[in-house]
């Protein structure tokens, strides 16, 4: 059973540039969400994805955006990266219904994005 | 708006020894609370959860004990090992359509000794 995969695993760009990162959920999911980790701290909720829509969001500029496909898989895109954007992005999965969405949820093991 | 509230942020117990994290949560809309353990270059992974119609909730060498009026939950590992050694963030969730939206706690940096 394939668990949450992430694409790419390490990714370099420079200030005002975009980028595009990708998630796979857990076999049987159908709910993503988006997290920003950066280094020695929590996670940080951006928002999440259920049946294409994007349900609920966090705290993040509209420079942050995403995207979720038919097939459940999942974009997030982030725009006029800043310095600040540099950070570990990680993706959860989880079993979500019309009204609410199972709490257990499951991570990928992130993307490492580096902005120069 | 810091909800969850994690300590300490590093902890160092002997092999064998009982390592423990607290947290304390501002929200009392929450109704459910996990564990994750990550390692480092990793995604976190759930370690375990409680919801709060329970005090306690044990696994293995892990518990959480949860104390609703305190608004406080904490993690106790027993007989700790050094494939512990890793870091532990407590979370919370819950409420309407906050359900999913998981909020984090800053994080314990624990090291087992051997």
């Known amino acids: 059973d394939a668990g949450v995969t992430q694409s790419p695993t390490h990714l370099i760009k420079t200030r005002g540039q975009q980028v595009t990162l990708r998630c796979s959920p857990k076999s049987g999911h159908d709910t993503v969400s988006w997290y920003q980790q950066a280094l020695g701290q929590g996670p940080q909720f951006i928002f999440q994805?259920?049946?294409?829509?994007?349900?609920q969001r966090g705290n993040f500029p509209d420079r942050f955006s995403g995207h979720q496909f038919p097939n459940y898989s999942s974009e997030l895109n982030v725009n006029a990266l800043l310095l600040g954007d540099s950070a570990l992005y990680l993706c959860?999965?989880?079993?979500?219904?019309?009204?609410?969405?199972?709490?257990?949820?499951?991570f990928g093991p992130g993307t490492r994005l580096t902005v120069l | 708006q810091q909800q969850v509230k994690q300590s300490p942020q590093s902890l160092i117990v002997q092999k064998g020894g009982i390592s423990i994290i607290n947290c304390a949560y501002e929200?009392?809309?929450?109704?459910?609370f996990p564990w994750y353990q990550q390692f480092p270059g990793k995604g976190p992974a759930l370690l375990i959860a409680i919801r709060p119609d329970v005090s306690e909730k044990k696994e293995g060498r892990f518990t959480i004990s949860f104390n609703k009026s305190a608004k406080q939950f904490s993690l106790h590992i027993m007989d700790s090992q050094p494939g512990d050694s890793a870091t532990y963030f407590c979370a919370a969730s819950g409420g309407g359509t906050s359900y999913g939206k998981l909020t984090f706690g800053q994080g314990t940096i624990l090291t087992v000794h051997p």
């Open positions: 959860a999965s989880s079993l979500g219904t019309r009204l609410a969405v199972d709490n257990e949820q499951f």
């Open positions: 929200n009392t809309a929450f109704d459910y």
């Open positions: 994805y259920y049946e294409e829509e994007e349900r």
